[in-house]
């Protein structure tokens, strides 16, 4: 791709990549030459999606760690930059989602989807950014959402913590600009994976949403991989502070 979009020797972290839209974007990554490191809690779930990927001789390692204990991004982070080296990239996608009008959802429920989705971004970005600084260079990727800027019924915790984490990778741009770190979002539209199968499988809301994307369908969750592979590279060194919105035009749309 040429050494604008070159990811060869570069180590990319990116959390929740168990499964889902973390996991295909970990494989892009990785079939892009990166060496990716991937993260979970749940550590089967991980090791099995290192194997899949590790057959198909990628440069893939696991390591298990929860983005909401500050002890353990510490110390995995350490781990991470000892035994594989510099960590390059870091793409902040582990997330939760919890349903529910907002008069209805618990204190707790609350603070764990913003625990979750917004300050475990924050606190992986604080410790992987210290090397990034001591070096002059590195790439911040947060995983944002259509509800970065948009609500939904039912989806009030969600929408504050990625409409937060929206506004979370403009200050870290501010922030951490001066010293060669771009941070960038992604806001993924509607995509077809395991969490959202039941809604494409939904015929009120499958025509629905196909209503409402002006592309007429559902993203393939390897569409995403295209805008990884920019924010991830040279080809983005003067992007810093913005949102991408990968939506089949949804947000252009009334």
Request: charged share 20%; glycine share 10%.
């Amino acid at each position: 791709m040429g050494p604008l979009f070159d990811l060869n020797s570069r180590v990319i972290l990116v959390t929740g990549s168990g499964g889902g839209l973390g996991y295909t974007m970990a494989k892009g990554l990785a079939q892009a030459g990166a060496f990716v490191v991937l993260n979970g809690r749940n550590e089967e779930k991980l090791e099995a999606a290192v194997k899949s990927l590790k057959n198909e001789n990628l440069t893939v390692v696991g390591v298990p760690f929860d983005i909401n204990d500050e002890k353990q991004v510490k110390s995995s982070i350490v781990k991470i930059e000892k035994d594989l080296g510099p960590i390059d990239v870091l793409v902040n996608n582990a997330g939760i989602q919890h349903r529910g009008s907002l008069e209805t959802i618990e204190k707790k429920d609350f603070d764990k989807v913003i625990e979750t989705n917004l300050t475990g971004a924050f606190l992986v970005s604080k410790h992987v950014v210290q090397g990034m600084i001591k070096r002059q260079k590195g790439k911040v990727i947060n995983i944002c959402s259509l509800m970065s800027s948009l609500g939904r019924y039912t989806v009030g915790p969600y929408a504050a913590a990625k409409g937060g984490l929206a506004m979370l990778t403009k200050a870290m741009a501010v922030d951490w600009a001066q010293y060669n770190i771009q941070v960038n979002g992604i806001a993924p539209g509607y995509f077809i994976t395991e969490m959202t199968q039941p809604l494409a499988d939904d015929q009120e809301f499958d025509t629905w949403l196909k209503k409402r994307t002006p592309a007429n369908r559902w993203g393939d969750p390897t569409e995403l991989i295209g805008t990884a592979i920019y924010l991830s590279t040279q080809a983005s060194a003067f992007v810093n502070g913005q949102v991408i919105y990968v939506d089949g035009g949804i947000m252009a749309s009334i």
